[in-house]
């Protein structure tokens, strides 16, 4: 009943002019929306794990610089061998905005293999 409810609001919400579409929340548990190839999807990151801090690229300088400060960084992390090159992968779009984020730098498919 409440779900029927909702969704005749929503569709009349929709329907008002000048209303921007509602953002559909994707199912948490799905890996649908990741980047990443299911080998990188499907590895946890470690508990209390935080990517060390460091500048934000925005696509305007030098992406090699900003992937080898990533590294170091990276590798300087206390990380289980067999998780280091997925938690990287997860890890490197937390270091991107803007242009960078949106552009060729996070693109489906993503693997350790590429």
Do not use: W
Request: hydrophobic share 35%; proline share 8%; aromatic share 8%.
């Amino acid at each position: 009943m409440f779900s029927k409810r909702f969704d005749a609001m929503q569709s009349m919400v929709e329907r008002l002019p000048g209303v921007a579409s509602p953002i559909r929340r994707s199912n948490p548990d799905s890996y649908a929306d990741t980047p990443f190839v299911e080998g990188i999807a499907s590895v946890e990151m470690p508990r209390k794990f935080s990517f060390p801090s460091m500048k934000m690229y925005n696509g305007t300088g030098d992406p090699d610089d900003h992937i080898a400060q990533y590294q170091q960084r990276m590798l300087a992390v206390a990380l289980p061998k067999e998780s280091r090159k997925a938690t990287m992968c997860k890890g490197f779009g937390s270091t991107l905005i803007g242009p960078a984020l949106h552009g060729a730098c996070y693109q489906k498919g993503a693997s350790t293999k590429n």
